[in-house]
């Protein structure tokens, strides 16, 4: 799934971000990022809105694949219900019904129960299916980010006494999230610089064509 470059990058651009808003956080002492419906919330979002769509519709969708990926946008999808408190949005009565409360549970217990049964019937050889998906690239990244969530889910219950406990809670949720989107992000990107490589080869093609301008001596 990713390179080594891929790799490097990553884990560079996970540094410097952290450190950033760990430096402007411990500086400033603002709650600009951390406090409800702040940026780390809001970014919390759109990953595993990004997470939600891009495990449907731009991470390969193989046979093989399918059940995984369709868990895994399930997964984000419940994680956003979670997020989003949709009783104070302003969207229709349905949405809010179904969105949050009693209504919420029912939607999330018949789409999980959903995929428990397609995934039973889809998978043939259901240990072979299990082995090949814990050795994967994908189920190390995924693991990385649930440990994120536990470590999220620790501060929250402050079970350790740590002070602004607060901001690296949403900080943890916050990479979690992140890391869950990196293969669509990654392959969307894949997907972008392809295209542009061959709209550049036409292009360049296309260029060639023609006949250089020569230009005319003067005296």
Known sequence: ?????????????????????????????????????????????????????????????????????????????????????????????????????????????????LLAFYGYRAIENKTRYLKTFFSSPLFAVLLIAFLMLIASAVLDKKIFNIGQSRFFEELAETNAYMLISLPVICQAGGWASDKANVLSLKLLSFVKRFPPIERSDTK
């Open 1 to 113: 799934m990713f390179g080594t470059r891929n790799y490097v990058a990553i884990c560079a651009t996970f540094a410097a971000l952290n450190t950033c808003l760990i430096y402007f956080f411990l500086t400033q002492q603002s709650d600009v990022f951390h406090s409800e419906d702040a940026a780390l919330e809001n970014a919390q979002v759109v990953f595993l809105m990004i997470s939600t769509l891009g495990f449907l519709f731009i991470v390969p969708f193989r046979h093989t694949e399918k059940p995984t990926h369709i868990a895994i946008s399930l997964l984000c999808f419940s994680f956003i219900l979670r997020e989003l408190d949709l009783e104070n949005f302003n969207v229709s009565s349905l949405i809010k019904l179904l969105g949050s409360g009693q209504g919420r549970v029912l939607l999330l217990a018949s789409l999980w129960a």
